[in-house]
């Protein structure tokens, strides 16, 4: 059994009195020597260089139980920003956020994609101006996630199968040639479900659907992505639903893609918000195309449940519209078709808010700075 050094016992004693002010966000002195056992002489130089950091800093003082006032410590959660930017197909999104995971600010472009280095270019000028903008010093950013539709290689380097935005083969260098922060590339799937986790602690073992005009999920195990090979956490959207059915844009037939995305309602109604208040108002051919869908949409969550039997989570544009009735109709759909019915309910709605997405796709960056710096199991 090795013996910790004097560094050893410092450093642990540093990301215990990190760890502690971090959670509370506001302490004071006394409280943390009390709370962890550790004497003022270790605490007290601690916090002078975490002060000095500009990692917490001193904000008035607590009410007074006798004696004289104690200084409140406050935890800088602005002290390192991350960005997460989206890319679309007909804009792009770019949003910060800061160590507690909080959205600073979010902004969008409405610039229609392009494989070029035009676009590129504008995009990273974008987000240099969004930075210079929300006067973030450079060296506060851990880094910039990039999302779009498609396939990620596992370092995040390149896009290895991109063809919603006709970019296959696309590398991250494409945009670190004008940026000069950490950037990595992240599926929207899985920028969302990360997102949800982020949000619900208690998450543990999921698929999440994520139901925009696309389709995309992730299975989420443990609290984090069952890792494949070349298709990481799987694209179930492109399982046969219906043999020779409607053609996907991946060249095949009869994909959930293309039974389960929104387009079957766009296609109805021009818009979601058209779609849903026609639905509401008990319009006769609404109904009847919702019915359908639904009857998709359980067809692809029992085939999922054969597979794996987790919670289902259905995140995406689709959410904002979706009824606790409708989440009752799914759950009789697959309860009336499946070999192995249960009362139980396994449908939920996804947490989180309409920049899930660029929100996951720039957590990870404060997820391995609060690991590494604070110690934080996150």
Same mark, same amino acid.
């Given at each position: /059994?090795?013996? /910790? ?6 450093q ?21 020597? +009390? ?15 975490? +002060? ?40 792009? &999104?770019?949003? !910060? ?38 006067s ?6 851990l ?12 370092d ?12 296959t083969?696309?590398t ?23 997102? +949800? ?11 999440? /659907? ?5 389709v ?17 956490s799987?694209?179930?959207?492109h /399982? ?10 991946c ?6 893609? $293309? ?21 509401? +108002? ?5 109904? $009847? ?29 689709? $959410? ?12 009789q ?5 499946t $070999? ?13 808010? &309409?920049?899930a997405?660029?929100?996951?796709? !720039? ?16």
């Amino acid at each position: /059994m090795s013996t /910790m050094t004097t560094a050893d016992v410092r450093q642990k004693n540093k990301e215990s009195i990190l760890q502690y002010i971090y959670k509370q966000k506001c302490t004071h002195q006394q409280l943390i020597c +009390e709370t962890l056992n550790i004497s003022r002489p270790t605490v007290i130089p601690i916090l002078r260089e975490f +002060e000095e950091e500009g990692i917490i800093s001193k904000a008035g003082y607590f009410e007074s139980t006798g004696g004289r006032k104690a200084k409140a410590i406050v935890f800088v959660a602005n002290s390192k920003i991350s960005l997460g930017v989206e890319l679309l197909i007909d804009s792009y &999104k770019i949003t !910060a956020l800061n160590l507690y995971g909080e959205t600073i600010d979010s902004a969008c472009y409405e610039t229609p994609f392009e494989h070029s280095s035009e676009y590129y270019h504008t995009v990273c000028d974008s987000i240099s101006a969004f930075i210079q903008d929300h006067s973030i010093p450079p060296e506060k950013i851990l880094g910039i996630g990039i999302v779009l539709q498609g396939l990620i290689s596992s370092d995040g380097n390149h896009v290895t199968y991109g063809k919603i935005l006709n970019c296959t083969g696309l590398t991250i260098h494409s945009f670190t040639k004008y940026l000069p922060y950490p950037c990595k590339f992240f599926h929207d799937a899985e920028a969302a479900a990360l997102d +949800e986790l982020w949000l619900n602690p208690q998450l543990t073992n999921a698929i999440y /659907m994520n139901i925009r005009s696309h389709v995309s999920g992730a299975v989420i195990v443990n609290r984090d992505f069952l890792q494949g090979t070349a298709l990481k956490s799987g694209v179930f959207e492109h /399982m046969c639903l219906i043999p020779n059915g409607r053609t996907c844009y991946c060249g095949r037939k009869g994909c959930v893609e $293309t039974y389960c995305s929104t387009q079957p309602l766009l296609d109805m109604a021009g818009t979601l918000d058209h779609f849903f208040a026609k639905l509401r +108002e008990n319009d006769t051919s609404c109904q $009847t195309c919702w019915l359908g869908y639904l009857y998709y949409l359980a067809s692809a969550i029992n085939n999922l449940r054969m597979f794996i039997d987790y919670p289902i989570i259905i995140g995406g544009t689709l $959410t904002q519209y979706l009824q606790k009735q409708d989440i009752q109709t799914l759950h009789q759909l697959i309860y009336d078709r499946t $070999t192995f019915p249960s009362d139980t309910e396994f449908i939920y709605v996804s947490r989180s808010s &309409k920049s899930a997405i660029s929100r996951g796709a !720039a957590l990870p960056y404060i997820k391995q700075y609060l690991s590494s710096r604070f110690g934080l199991p996150v």
